[in-house]
Nanobody
């Protein structure tokens, strides 16, 4: 059974940094993309950043210049380095993985940015 486990969330002051990690475990063959989504209180889930198996990255305009996604293919792990955090970055951050036509989600890690 495939599992995604996030870590690294927490409480941070505005302007601070956090590094989120997501480790995938189980019978995984042929990961296409891994990435991060977030859901702020009272809002729908939104895309944050994605990285392909080949290392191509993309991120939302809202985090442009502040977030960097990376991955360790050997460890099936994806990271999200977040800098210059703002209160509007507060939310639950979910790890996402696509393996061919199947999508997997983690349970999320809470990021709270205080002003």
């Amino acid at each position: 059974q495939v599992q995604l486990v996030e870590s690294g969330g927490g409480l941070v002051q505005a302007g601070g940094s956090l590094r989120l990690s997501c480790a995938a475990s189980g019978s995984i063959v042929g990961i296409d993309v891994m990435g991060w989504y977030r859901q702020a209180p009272g809002k729908s889930r939104e895309w944050v950043a994605t990285i392909t198996i080949g290392g191509r990255t993309g991120n939302a305009d809202s985090v442009e210049g502040r977030c960097t996604i990376s991955r360790d293919n050997a460890k099936n792990t994806v990271y999200l380095q977040m800098n210059s955090l703002k209160p509007e970055d507060t939310g639950v951050y979910y790890c996402h993985m696509a393996v061919r036509d199947i999508e997997y989600w983690g349970k999320g890690t809470l990021v709270t940015v205080s002003s």
